[in-house]
């Protein structure tokens, strides 16, 4: 589905020429209040468009013995460091731990946060 419009950047303030990464992006003061009324929205949006729920895993030794161990993390991926701001700000703001796996990749993998996550994110379609 295609939709065209003059009036796009009154919606969006931060398209604009060149790579999302390479320019500012900045919430409008309008669209921080959404995301202060709706914060789990912007999360789920952020992790659908660009983000992944999957499970990880490692091994540790258990009375002597190698184990596998496998645990479900969020993880979401970047370039634009002010898109990583927002996100930081409201998983903060959230109570959702997170960290970065390597930068440009933010990565939620405490047990508490990934089912915070589940509760609110659900199923990437």
Not at 20 to 45: C, D, F, M, T, Y
Not at 95 to 105: D, S
């Amino acid at each position: 589905m295609k939709r065209y419009s003059q009036h796009w950047p009154c919606l969006f303030p931060q398209h604009g020429p060149g790579r999302k990464h390479e320019r500012s992006i900045v919430l409008a003061p309008w669209q921080n209040e959404i995301v202060r009324a709706e914060p789990w929205a912007l999360v789920r949006g952020l992790i659908h468009s660009d983000g992944c729920r999957n499970v990880n895993w490692t091994t540790r030794m258990v009375a002597g013995e190698r184990k596998r161990y496998e645990y479900p993390r969020y993880l979401f991926a970047n370039e634009s460091a002010d898109i990583m701001r927002i996100l930081t700000t409201t998983l903060d703001q959230l109570g959702v731990e997170w960290k970065f796996a390597r930068p440009n990749l933010l990565s939620v993998a405490r047990r508490a946060s990934v089912a915070l996550m589940d509760q609110h994110v659900g199923p990437k379609y």
